[in-house]
């Protein structure tokens, strides 16, 4: 079995600063990969950012990085220089090797104060 | 590319009715997905289809819900009959394949959702 928790249910960070949100994880895979989804108030999910489980290496894509500790499974988003798009619900969500099923977290709402 | 398309955006309907929601999927995505979403449980897996077959609807509450997928650019959730407790957001999915290892991970593009209350 799969599970995602995101401990904080809420989030708010001025505009242009720095926020981390918390991500953990657990899974019996071997290997997996694991995903943030953003849901602004349009409701859409959109793809944040994805990282390869085998690989050492942090993702990035522009503002939005992880930090990715495979052995205290844990998956933080970094979202630096915020902005006031920035505002939505985010999900934490995993899958394993084989497995089409993604397992979501509860979910983290930020706040982005002007 | 439009996306994934859904439809209705919202349908309001009374309890005991039929309710018929929509997908069509991105083309060439092989994976379609049906998810709800509620306050209280939060992003929930239905079902799913590979090439147009049903491979899990485990998360398929009760026999009220069947969903169908009669070819690779259109699906269906139909919940019949309706109840109050199925006012959710309903979200469909398809997925493309990406990554390695073994299989590659599914990468969704999720729809703009259907808004169901059933009052």
């Known amino acids: 079995a799969q599970t995602v928790t995101q401990s904080q249910p809420e989030m708010s960070v001025q505009e242009a600063e720095t926020v981390t949100l918390s991500c953990t994880y657990d899974?019996?895979?071997?290997?997996?990969?694991l995903f943030w989804y953003k849901q602004p108030p349009s409701r859409q999910m959109i793809l944040v950012i994805r990282q390869e489980a085998y690989k050492q290496q942090n993702a990035t894509e522009n503002r939005f990085s992880v930090n990715f500790q495979k052995a205290a499974k844990s998956f933080s988003l970094k979202i630096s220089d915020s902005q006031l798009g920035d505002a939505a619900m985010y999900f934490c969500a995993l899958e394993g090797f084989g497995n089409e099923k993604l397992t979501f977290g509860t979910g983290t709402r930020l706040t982005i104060i002007p | 590319d439009a996306g994934v398309i859904q439809s209705p955006r919202h349908e309001v309907t009374e309890m005991g009715q039929e309710v018929t929601l929509r997908c069509k999927p991105i083309s060439g995505h092989n994976s379609l997905f049906w998810y709800r979403q509620t306050m209280m449980r939060g992003l929930e897996l239905l079902i799913y289809?590979?090439?147009?077959?049903?491979i899990d609807d485990s998360g398929m509450p009760e026999d009220r819900f069947s969903a169908k997928m009669p070819n690779a650019s259109f699906s269906t959730l139909k919940i019949q009959p309706s109840e109050p407790r199925d006012s959710a957001v309903y979200f469909c999915?398809?997925?493309?394949?990406w990554g390695g290892g073994s299989s590659g991970a599914n990468v969704l593009t999720f729809g703009a959702g259907s808004r169901l209350t059933v009052l």
């Open positions: 289809f590979n090439n147009n077959v049903p």
């Open positions: 999915a398809s997925s493309s394949t």
């Open positions: 899974t019996s895979e071997s290997d997996y990969y």
